[in-house]
């Protein structure tokens, strides 16, 4: 397959792209004779671009572990609670130990998001097995749900720029040197997810099949639900949930190339940062010098790229 | 008289119907026969404009289907189609009662509720009709579906399986009943059946199709050979005699 | 009169106690006049999203031949708020702020009844086979809507954060005063022609195939019941906002109260019951708990939990 070398190099080039535009103009050619546009560079491009690279590729990724362990197409971390599990976990150690420590936010965050996330799993699990469509609508009902719980706390706590902040705003703007590293947290859990890609695979093919191959499947779950926490979980707490990504790409990926994780997560990947690249482009040139937040434009575009895939004839059969 | 001329029908890029031209006759108790998925209920279903026509023009006693208001059809024809689950939640009584809509609009008089009454009591369903569509067996419901059909007071009846769901006193007791509607009362009826045994012993008029095509069509005795029906179902069929109509035997 | 006359007349005298009691607790010597004039509006708004709400739910849920849907949670209201945001967007803020209100709410209701029947038309003539695909159909429509006017209006005014947020939440706290009398008009113009339609609706139940056959004009009743739901989903929109799951709430005890399905009982019967919930929490959050924000939560949260209850219960039909 020659879908990673050419994903790649778009990926480098809209990179390269993302390094030069803003509201300060930097000429890479000229860079090592320019302090300012150095510092600029350093302190502001080149983290988000970092940012939304490893954002989108965390949340594809994402995106495909939760398929897996629900065992349906149509649903992603932003659609199974796991977002405004991570926004209650924040909350809750906002309200009771406002000065503490990163790691112990980063922590509740990902507590909270490992809490509805299981929900939402058991839930599914208990819905009738052949009611395809099902799966989403109840994730998005939880989501609703959750977030009405979400923002009635931030409302009686006077939060809710906060809360806005974590679901409803998803953008990169604000990202400078310091202030998004514990995205590579999350980029870290994806490729902890590519190691164990085959067993996920194993786990996709159902219950019976996992106990016959001997795969504790118990095990591979909480491995599945580790990852989207802690990926959704950072992504929240540094730049706000993105829409769509998480179900969109898995799903384009699948068509093009399988479910063989092992081959086709790379690409989940490269395939999540490049959307979300381009989208927080788009919103950097839309009405230059304002912006217009990423996951604004994922909201629109990912919505209408799901109807397409939801109603698009099937490829065979 | 039900007049097909010309029919075809598509579902996407699949052709379900192939140019299809029969009649049915009038007074008569017609039986549509054929394999799964050969078209039937979509051919009952275009009779009793349920689906739109793409092709091919219908006629029920001179009324085309296409052209005539709908309103005026529901005083000609009542179609029971093969999907019968409705959402809300029914006594039978008012579900029955639903049969004289196409007369009253809404304001049902005395003769409709007479109507009703009856239907019900035709169906054996009076004990039950205070309870709810979800507090009565499968053959119940159907039986309540057949009695809103039959309360519909229509030249003609088009049915689609009704014998599903009802066990053998029953759908006997249907069959009894229909065969006097058309004896006695005069009406037509068209009805999909997958027993071939009950169309061997109430039907006047045999239609088999296959394929989308009309396969044959004629009397029992005609159409219900041991050569025709080997190639409808694709099968060995033997087929005997009993009362002087066909028999078909399922013991090969 | 029979057991459905007794059952609304109790919904009557209920609300009226219930509206006497909202009028009349707590009221102080002084300024008399401007108190009762402050509340009977509020009351009247109240009543009026109540009835709103309740009557479009009814007729959707008929004319989808479903019962755990609700106009909201298939996108209306994200339609009526795109449709605000898109005239405000062609017109100019200053432009269209200047027009006057009831003129302005009458064309967006025209935009609203003849885009949603042409849209939500289309969908349930398609969508008749596969329930579950055209409820999701319908959801990820109305998130594409919600982003489509977070879009705009950043586009707008792109210093604005709070358009984004006041197009997700409703507040039976902020209703929009001016549009009262028209809206008042609209909705007794609608329950009118529902309760007329009683009868047809009554057949439109039982389905599409029986409908047909029993002589009814389906598709010309399907577009004036969309009609009508267009057009309350404008009324209760624009007065408080957004609600998603109140509607479902208030037909499922309509149903289980009235235990027919015949829609001249149904009808007055859910309106009562809206108007009676919220006057009562209403009164009971404001008045005794002082907490003026939280009903709408309040029903969002138990009207969400209700919907998974009847997904679990697999009563997706
Ligand atoms: N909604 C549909 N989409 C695609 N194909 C359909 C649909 N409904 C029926 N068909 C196809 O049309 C053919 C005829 O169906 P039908 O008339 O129901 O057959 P029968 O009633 O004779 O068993 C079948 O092959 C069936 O698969
Ligand atoms: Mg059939």
Redesign the interface.
């Known amino acids: 397959m020659r879908l990673v070398p050419a994903l790649s190099m778009a990926l480098a080039a809209l990179m390269l792209a993302s390094l030069t535009v803003g509201a300060a103009n930097v000429d890479l050619r000229g860079i090592f004779r320019d302090p300012q546009a150095m510092l600029v560079l350093l302190e502001s491009r080149l983290p988000r671009t970092l940012a939304v690279t490893l954002t989108g590729a965390a949340l594809s990724v994402a995106g495909v572990l939760i398929q897996v362990l629900v065992r349906n197409r149509f649903v992603g971390p932003d659609t199974s609670g796991t977002a405004e599990g991570a926004a209650l976990g924040l909350l809750a150690i906002t309200i009771l130990a406002p000065t503490s420590a990163l790691w112990l936010r980063m922590g509740a965050a990902a507590l909270g998001a490992m809490a509805t996330t299981a929900l939402f799993v058991t839930v599914i699990r208990r819905l009738p097995p052949r009611e395809v469509m099902l799966v989403p609508i109840a994730g998005l009902v939880l989501s609703g749900v959750l977030g009405a719980v979400v923002t009635f706390i931030g409302w009686q706590t006077d939060l809710m720029q906060y809360v806005g902040a974590w679901l409803y705003s998803g953008e990169f703007s604000g990202v400078i040197a310091g202030r998004y590293e514990l995205l590579w947290i999350a980029g870290l859990a994806a490729g902890l997810a590519w190691l164990a890609a085959d067993r996920f695979v194993i786990l996709a093919l159902g219950q019976q099949v996992a106990t016959g191959l001997g795969l504790s499947t118990a095990a591979v779950m909480r491995l599945g639900l580790l990852v989207v926490s802690v990926v959704t979980a950072m992504v929240v707490t540094t730049v706000g949930m993105i829409p769509f990504v998480g179900l969109v790409v898995p799903n384009l990926v699948s068509r093009i190339m399988g479910d063989n994780l092992r081959a086709s997560l790379p690409v989940v990947a490269l395939a999540g940062a490049l959307l979300v690249l381009a989208c927080d482009l788009i919103g950097r040139l839309a009405i230059h010098p304002y912006e217009l937040p990423a996951g604004l434009i994922l909201g629109v575009l990912g919505a209408g790229l799901f109807l397409w895939l939801l109603h698009k004839r099937p490829s065979h059969g | 008289m039900i007049q097909i001329e010309g029919v075809s029908h598509h579902i996407g890029t699949a052709q379900i119907l192939r140019d299809i031209s029969t009649s049915l006759p009038e007074g008569r108790l017609t039986a549509l026969i054929g394999p799964n998925g050969a078209g039937k209920s979509t051919l009952l279903r275009l009779i009793g404009r349920l689906e739109p026509l793409q092709a091919g023009r219908i006629t029920v006693d001179e009324h085309d289907v296409a052209r005539c208001p709908t309103g005026c059809l529901a005083r000609v024809m009542a179609i029971l189609g093969q999907q019968t689950a409705i959402a809300s939640r029914l006594r039978l009584s008012e579900l029955v009662g639903f049969g004289r809509w196409p007369h009253h609009q809404g304001r049902p008089s005395a003769d409709d509720h007479a109507r009703v009454a009856e239907a019900l009591d035709a169906f054996a369903l009076t004990p039950l009709a205070g309870r709810f569509l979800d507090e009565v067996s499968g053959g119940q419901a159907q039986r309540a579906h057949i009695a809103m059909a039959f309360a519909q007071d229509t030249p003609w009846l088009l049915l689609d399986e009704p014998l599903n769901n009802l066990d053998m006193s029953h759908a006997r007791a249907l069959m009894v009943r229909l065969r006097g509607l058309v004896a006695d009362g005069g009406r037509s009826v068209a009805m999909v059946v997958h027993e071939i045994n009950y169309a061997a012993a109430w039907a006047d008029h045999v239609v088999a199709m296959k394929d989308g095509r009309i396969f044959a069509t004629g009397a029992p005795a005609e159409v219900l050979t041991e050569e025709v029906l080997s190639a409808l179902y694709d099968a060995s069929i033997r087929v005997g005699q009993h009362h002087g109509r066909p028999l078909v035997l399922h013991h090969a | 009169m029979d057991r459905s006359g007794w059952m609304l007349a109790g919904l009557v005298a209920l609300l009226a106690a219930l509206s006497a009691l909202w009028m009349l607790q707590g009221l102080g010597a002084g300024n008399r006049g401007f108190v009762l004039g402050l509340r009977a509006g509020k009351l009247a708004a109240l009543v009026i999203v109540g009835a709103a709400v309740a009557v479009a739910t009814v007729l959707f849920?008929?004319v989808a031949?479903?019962?755990v849907l609700t106009p909201s949670i298939m996108g209306f209201d994200a339609l009526y708020v795109l449709i605000q945001t898109t005239l405000v967007a062609s017109f100019g803020t200053a432009a269209y702020a200047g027009l006057p209100a009831g003129g302005k709410f009458l064309s967006e209701v025209a935009v609203m009844t003849a885009l949603a029947c042409l849209l939500f038309g289309t969908l349930l003539a398609r969508g008749g086979r596969?329930v579950?695909?055209m409820?999701?159909?319908g959801?990820?429509?109305g998130?594409?809507f919600?982003?489509?006017a977070?879009?705009l209006g950043?586009?707008m005014d792109?210093?604005e954060?709070a358009v984004?947020?006041s197009v997700?939440?409703a507040s039976f706290n902020r209703v929009n005063a001016d549009l009262l009398p028209i809206a008042a008009a609209v909705t007794a113009l609608a329950v009118g022609l529902a309760l007329r339609m009683?009868?047809?609706l009554?057949?439109l139940?039982?389905?599409?195939?029986?409908a047909?056959?029993?002589?009814?004009?389906?598709q010309a009743l399907v577009l004036a019941a969309l009609a009508l739901v267009s057009a309350l989903v404008a009324v209760s929109t624009a007065l408080v906002g957004p609600v998603?799951?109140f509607g479902l709430i208030v037909a499922g005890l309509a149903?289980a109260l009235a235990r027919?399905?015949r829609h001249r009982v149904l009808l007055p019967a859910a309106a009562l019951i809206a108007a009676c919930l919220l006057v009562g929490g209403q009164w009971l959050f404001e008045r005794q708990l002082g907490q003026a924000?939280?009903l709408s939560?309040v029903v969002?949260?138990a009207g969400?939990?209700f919907?998974?209850y009847l997904?679990?219960k697999?009563r997706?039909?």
């Not at chain 3, 139940?205 to 029986?210: H, I, T």
């Not at chain 3, 047909?212 to 389906?218: D, E, W």
Request: hydrophobic share 50%.
């Open positions: 849920q008929t031949a479903n019962r596969d579950p695909r409820i999701l159909t959801v990820i429509l998130v594409m919600r982003a489509m977070g879009f950043r586009i792109p210093s954060f984004v947020q997700s939440f009683a009868p047809r009554d057949v139940a039982l389905g599409r195939d029986a047909v056959s029993l002589g009814l004009r389906h998603a799951f149903h027919t399905a924000a939280t939560v969002e949260f969400g939990l919907f998974l997904l679990l697999g997706i039909r």
